[in-house]
């Protein structure tokens, strides 16, 4: 979904819907501020949702802004998340701002700035399988995961050219790819292959409303040999394979199309893996006229990890190039953290376990002339169903409430 670089302020207010506190807790006033983005064009925000929750003890405050332009909730000490979410005839507003701690002396002043996203279709991951599955021996099997991707338009898009990444870091460490202020650079590290589907401009297209399922492995993983019979997945008939030669590894389907394979970071790694503890993945497209040959040989499209000694030189997107990023990650709400910006997501989805044969996958918004337009509001925690049976090449007939 096209991203908007706006930033214009304006101050919003609200009631408090749920207050319960701690019996007897002494009680601080919080002011919030959120920011419209630049050039949005409106002076007053009047309806926007804005939720205060204590990380520590879980509890949540939910705020409507109303039309007097301030906001005040009342919470005892902690440290707090505050997040904002509201819907126009053409944009989804996301923000969020962490680690909010009350101070019992002084003001409390917190502010959230909002992103705006287009609310016209473009492409979208529809479901993402990366837990894996236990074999009838107890073993761990990560062979079947796939990315399922779905037009959520009303017009051909055709997939050449397209890429896709995993982020870093993985799972439950906080991000080292932060500005100076503490938020997440621009810039988006790939871990991994960075993959792109082939093609030379028109030999790929994906019609309305239809999806592609990428495998890592397209084959039947319940009856084929190499396979798990324990896995929920046929992967036979996935039009796509992120196959990595190497010897005595994986034999390459005939019928599912190859990815190309842009950069690694790890030459002896033998698969395209999805972290099975959640991780964060792109789909992207380099600027127009931008060969990708010509990208990654430009020493200023990658970056060593800072804080770290390790030579190892990462692939950097543009937030701007991307197309739908769905943040996964671990079910522990301590070990939680961001890796995507909020333009690209402003949550985060999970799966209760590894391996355990489950996916996320996103929700039906509505069903039009029987087919479905899947919910994009470029925040995953409201987009996404979380351990779900996969269901790769079947999309619903029903509306998700």
Not at 25 to 53: H, M, R, S, T, W
Not at 98 to 110: A, D, K, M, R, V
Not at 205 to 211: A, I, V
Request: aromatic fraction near 10%; charge should be negative; glycine fraction near 8%.
């Amino acid at each position: 979904m096209k991203k908007f670089p706006f930033l214009l302020a304006i101050i919003i207010a609200g009631v408090i819907g749920f207050t319960s506190c701690e019996k007897g807790a002494q009680l601080y006033d919080a002011n919030i501020k959120v920011f419209y983005p630049q050039g949005y064009g409106e002076e007053l925000a009047v309806g926007v949702n804005v939720q205060v929750q204590n990380t520590i003890s879980g509890q949540v405050f939910d705020i409507v802004t109303n039309s007097s332009g301030l906001a005040t909730v009342s919470l005892e000490e902690g440290i707090y998340k505050v997040s904002a979410t509201q819907e126009t005839d053409d944009y989804y507003l996301n923000g969020i701002t962490e680690n909010l701690t009350i101070l019992t002396t002084g003001e409390n002043n917190w502010e959230v700035h909002l992103v705006a996203s287009s609310k016209k279709g473009g492409l979208v991951f529809k479901e993402i399988y990366y837990t894996g599955s236990k074999t009838s021996a107890g073993s761990n099997y990560y062979s079947d995961q796939f990315h399922e991707i779905y037009n959520n338009s009303d017009e051909v898009i055709y997939l050449d050219g397209l890429c896709i990444g995993l982020t870093l870091p993985l799972g439950s460490t906080a991000t080292t790819w932060v500005n100076g202020d503490g938020s997440i650079m621009d810039r988006i590290p790939l871990t991994f292959h960075a993959l792109m589907f082939p093609g030379t401009g028109q030999t790929y297209p994906l019609q309305p409303r239809t999806s592609v399922v990428l495998a890592m492995d397209a084959i039947d993983h319940k009856t084929d040999p190499l396979g798990n019979p324990q896995s929920p997945v046929n992967m036979a008939g996935a039009q796509f394979e992120t196959f990595i030669e190497a010897p005595g590894k994986d034999t390459d389907a005939p019928q599912a199309a190859n990815l190309t394979i842009m950069y690694t970071t790890s030459a002896t790694m033998v698969d395209w893996l999805h972290s099975v503890s959640g991780q964060g993945v792109i789909l992207f497209r380099l600027p127009t006229g931008l060969n990708w040959q010509t990208f990654v040989a430009d020493p200023a499209n990658f970056m060593t990890q800072p804080g770290s000694t390790s030579a190892t030189l990462y692939m950097m997107v543009h937030k701007d190039w991307v197309i739908d990023g769905v943040e996964c990650n671990r079910p522990e709400e301590d070990k939680r953290f961001k890796r995507l910006p909020t333009s690209v997501d402003a949550g985060m989805t999970w799966s209760l376990a590894t391996y355990n044969s489950k996916s996320v996958r996103r929700k039906v918004e509505k069903i039009l002339d029987g087919k479905v337009i899947y919910k994009d509001t470029n925040n995953s925690t409201n987009d996404f169903l979380n351990d779900q049976t996969p269901t790769p090449f079947v999309h619903p007939t029903a509306v998700d409430l």
